[in-house]
């Protein structure tokens, strides 16, 4: 067992090594707030699909987004996203 959580700590890591941390808190909040007046999502969604947004300078061709809730999979592809690209 303490293998295993040592394998996921050295995967975190590998994975924040990598990852882009958006610090743009007031840009993401008003996103957030516009795609709940468009979009059936849920707070936490919006909130995520806007930190997307805002982390491609509002260009979503930049990144694909990978999701299982369809209705944030539907309000990624009106946005403009990749949703769940094939490898």
């Known amino acids: 067992m ?3 959580g040592a394998l996921g700590k050295r995967h ?3 994975l924040m090594e990598r990852a882009y941390e958006v610090q743009a ?3 993401v909040r008003a996103r957030a707030l516009r795609l709940l007046e468009v979009h059936p999502l849920r707070a936490a969604d919006a909130c995520q699909l806007a930190a997307a947004l805002v982390a491609t300078q509002e260009d979503p061709h930049r990144l694909s987004v990978l999701c299982f809730d369809q209705n944030l999979k539907n309000a990624a592809l009106k946005e ?3 949703v769940n690209p094939q490898q």
């Open 2 to 4: 303490r293998y295993a």
């Open 12 to 14: 975190l890591n590998d």
């Open 80 to 82: 403009g996203f990749l």
């Open 25 to 27: 808190i007031e840009k």
